[in-house]
C-alpha cells in the first residue's frame, strides 16, 4: 500500500504542474485581458499601456508563468487584480460550501444507489426496471432545471427549504442542513441513478457466481451471502463509479451553485474567468486538480482494501 501510494504521488506532481501550465497558457491566449477589465470601456490608450505594464501583461507567458509559478510553490497563489483579495483566502473562504455540496451529495448518491442497487439485484423483476426508470430520468433530468422545480415546489410554495443562499456549520448546523437540502437533491438524483445501475449490475454478476452456490449450498444465510461476501466482491466497480460522481461534481456545481445563489467555487471560477482574473483562475484550476488526485488516490486505497491483489502491483 505504501509503494501504491508513493507511485500516486510521484504521477500527481507532474499532473498539477501541467495542469497549471495549460490553464496559464490557455487563459492568457483567450480574448481580452485584465487591464480592460478594471478600466472598463472608458479609458485612455496612455492609461491603458500605463496599467498594462504594471500588471506585468507585457512580459512573454513564460516569463508570466515562471513568476506565478515561483510564488505559488512557497504557498502564495498571489492576488486577485480585480477585487485586490488574496487568491488562497478567497479559495479558502468559499472551499467549505463546495465541499459540503460535493460531500453531501457523494454521500446521499452512494448510500441511496446502493440500497437500491442491492434490492433491485437481490429481488429483481419490476423493482429492476424501476431502477432502469430511475436512472434515465436521473440522466436526462438537467440540474438547473431540476433545482428550479424544487425551488417553485419546496421553497416558494410550500416553504420547506430556503430558496437560495447559504449557512455556514459554524453559525447554525440545522440551518446549514436546511441550506444544503435543495442543492443535495438536484445533484443527487443524477448520481444515485449512476451508482445504483452499477450496483445492480455487478450485484447480478456476484450473485451469479460460483462460491455463492457453494456457500448458499453450506447454509449460508442470505443476508451473509448478500452483505458481507457478494457485495464486497461487487463493489470495486461501484467505487469507480463514486469517485467518478465525486469528481464530475466539480463540474455540476458551478451550475447548481448559480441557481442556489451559493458562494462556492464554481461561481468564482465562472467570475473570475469571464473577468480575465488569471491568478483567480490559476488557484481554483489549481485547487480543483489536487482534489482530483486525493479522491484518485482515496479510490486506489479502497481497491486496495477490498481487492487485496491490488496492493502488491
Sequence with gaps: MTRLVLRRLTIAVPLVFIVSVLTFVLESLAPGDTARTILGTNYTPEGYAQLHEKLGLGDPVLVQYWHWLTD????????????GLSVGSEIVNRMGVTLSLIVGTTLVSALLGVALGVL???RGGRLGKAIDVFSLLGFALPNFWLGLVLITGLAVTV??????GYVPLTASPSEWVASLVLPIITLAL????AVAKQTRDSMSDALDAEYVYVLRANGASERSLVLRHALRNAAIPVVTVVGLLFVGLLNSTVLVEGVFAMPGLGGLAVQATTQ??????????????????????????????????????
Design 72 to 83: 505559488a510553490v512557497r504557498g502564495d497563489l498571489g492576488v486577485s487584480p480585480i477585487s
Design 120 to 122: 433491485s439485484a437481490v
Design 159 to 164: 416553504r420547506l427549504f430556503p430558496a437560495t
Design 190 to 193: 443524477g448520481g444515485a441513478a
Design 276 to 313: 480575465h482574473d488569471l491568478p483567480m483562475i490559476q488557484g481554483v484550476a489549481v485547487t480543483f486538480t489536487i482534489v482530483v488526485v486525493i479522491v484518485n488516490l482515496l479510490v486506489d486505497l479502497l481497491y486496495g482494501w477490498l481487492n487485496p491483489k491490488v496492493r502488491v502491483r
